[in-house]
């Protein structure tokens, strides 16, 4: 489960960056990070939006 983690994702970028690997060697990377997104912005859809006062 920590290998979904984004700031693992960000930091095998950047290793893979860092170690002279291109942009095709990021594709695990990337579609762990979209992925990501895309979970929390379905939850956020789904989710109601709070009304109580702050």
Do not use: C, E, H, Q
């Not at 990070?33 to 006062?53: E, H, M, N, T, Y």
């Amino acid at each position: 489960m920590l290998a979904l983690n984004p700031v693992a994702a960000l930091g095998r970028g950047l290793s893979i960056t860092a170690g002279g690997g291109g942009v095709a060697d990021l594709g695990p990377v990337l579609l762990t990070l979209v992925g990501f997104i895309a979970a929390l912005l379905l939850l956020a859809r789904v989710v109601p939006g709070r009304k109580d006062p702050l």
